[in-house]
């Protein structure tokens, strides 16, 4: 089992910047593809960003510019750097990754969610 554990949200005025961070940890044998996903309220959850295990990474046409995704591998986390905030960015940003496990198999874990509010 892995446990992934967000940290970063809060409330900040349009046009600022917020780190999310989240670190997995439990039976982890290599941790593969890394994402942040956002649901608002009323919303479908939304991929983000992502980052595979070789450093590609991808984002929604919404945060492209504004928005960058980076990993630790040494610390098994990932970040999400969002700056340019825009009120539409308010939601619950939900850290996800798939792990391999020691005995075999690829599995998908979520976070708990972190909420992120833009706001004046």
């Known amino acids: 089992q892995v446990q992934l554990v967000e940290s970063g949200g809060g409330l900040v005025q349009p046009g600022g910047s917020l780190r999310l961070s989240c670190a997995a940890s439990?039976?982890?044998?290599?941790?593969?593809?890394m994402a942040w996903y956002r649901q608002a309220p009323g919303k479908e959850r939304e991929l983000v960003a992502s980052?595979?295990?070789?450093?590609?990474?991808r984002f929604a046409d919404s945060v492209k510019g504004r928005f960058t995704i980076s990993r630790d591998n040494a610390k098994n986390a990932v970040y999400l750097q969002m700056n340019s905030l825009k009120p539409e960015d308010t939601a619950v940003y939900y850290c996800?990754?798939?792990?391999?496990?020691?005995?075999?198999?690829?599995?998908?874990?979520w976070g708990q969610g972190t909420q992120v509010t833009v706001s004046s």
């Open positions: 996800n990754v798939d792990s391999w496990a020691v005995s075999g198999g690829l599995y998908n874990y």
């Open positions: 439990g039976r982890i044998f290599r941790i593969n593809s």
């Open positions: 980052i595979s295990s070789d450093g590609r990474t």
